[in-house]
């Protein structure tokens, strides 16, 4: 199957798995046992006021009109407005889900820079001490529930050591004497295009604690994924081979196995993307985090619709958009999965 095929096919499949999405949650918020013209009116609107709202956003029309208005509406970027802020969705979105992005992707760098080395090492030593403690480690990150690290990292790195911030973005003080321009919403990198040396140092110190508890699972998976992977490729005949021409083992590895073994740790991590943009949702509510997260959580609370269905057409494509990417990184580092 040539590359120019596949590509579409992706893309065709992409489409049709954000209607479904976007679908099914529309039509699980129109069933749910609320009225939203009440919700958006307010506890004391009269029945002719709540009427009245119910025309104005459309909800006396049928489901099926209301759910094409709602997909037309949303590929032009409008999500409608929030009952809960009376602001656009669009707009708010804008505003929260950069710092979720933020706190998401440096997790995932996390998982990178410590999992995948672990994993290396680990396989390094099949059945030794190192291997073990390595297994003993990822099994350990991958249960703990995050809340529990979230509050035993607050209490070690913020009340005994006073090392870091217990929550927030930044502190009260850099927003008042080094205030950080907003340019993307995320904290560090605005720091860094202004040069904002203080507030990206402060910005850097918040984002440590919510980050390290949200990686703790991608780490542990790209840990024992890494080591399965390398186990695996260092069993192959041209790693033998090598070893047999005296290549070095620096060589074999870097050079040969771990290009090798990364194609289905990346593929792991693609699908962890997901697992982590949703469990920033507790995270970002512990360490009272600006993100998408605090947003919709306020958002359930209230029985906000249309912010519901907004956040999670979004959070879809996100999560659409990042494994389209994970594809083609595998096809650059394997060739051969272009033609699959």
Request: charged fraction near 15%.
């Amino acid at each position: 199957m040539s590359g120019l095929t596949r590509m579409l096919r992706r893309l065709g499949m992409t489409l049709l798995v954000i209607i479904c999405v976007s679908m099914i949650t529309f039509m699980a918020t129109r069933f749910l046992p609320a009225d939203p013209a009440a919700l958006y009116a307010g506890p004391r609107a009269s029945a002719d006021k709540i009427a009245e709202v119910r025309i104005q956003l459309g909800l006396d029309k049928p489901v099926a009109l209301q759910y094409f208005s709602f997909a037309g509406d949303a590929l032009r970027g409008d999500f409608g407005i929030s009952f809960r802020t009376r602001q656009p969705i669009s707009s708010d979105i804008k505003r929260f889900l950069p710092a979720t992005l933020e706190l998401v992707f440096t997790a995932m760098a996390l998982a990178i820079i410590i999992g995948i080395p672990l994993g290396v090492v680990a396989a390094l030593h099949p059945g030794g001490v190192v291997d073990q403690l390595t297994r003993l480690l990822a099994i350990s990150m991958a249960s703990i529930p995050s809340f529990w690290v979230a509050m035993i990292l607050q209490l070690i790195f913020f009340k005994w050591l006073d090392w870091l911030p217990l929550s927030g973005q930044v502190s009260t003080e850099t927003m008042l004497f080094n205030p950080i321009e907003p340019i993307t919403g995320m904290g560090t990198l605005d720091a860094l295009l202004g040069r904002n040396w203080v507030g990206f140092r402060d910005a850097f110190l918040h984002l440590m604690l919510p980050a390290l508890t949200l990686s703790l699972y991608p780490i542990g998976l790209a840990l024992r994924m890494t080591r399965s992977s390398m186990g695996v490729v260092m069993k192959e005949r041209y790693i033998t081979t090598a070893r047999a021409m005296g290549i070095s083992t620096t060589q074999i590895l870097f050079k040969f196995a771990l290009k090798n073994a990364l194609a289905p740790v990346l593929t792991v991590l693609g699908l962890t993307f997901a697992f982590s943009l949703t469990g920033a949702v507790l995270v970002e509510v512990i360490f009272d985090w600006p993100g998408i997260g605090a947003y919709v959580t306020a958002a359930i609370l209230a029985v906000d619709f249309p912010v519901i269905m907004a956040v999670t057409l979004v959070g879809t494509i996100v999560y659409i958009v990042v494994n389209l990417l994970v594809d083609m990184a595998q096809a650059m580092l394997d060739p051969r999965v272009t033609a699959s």
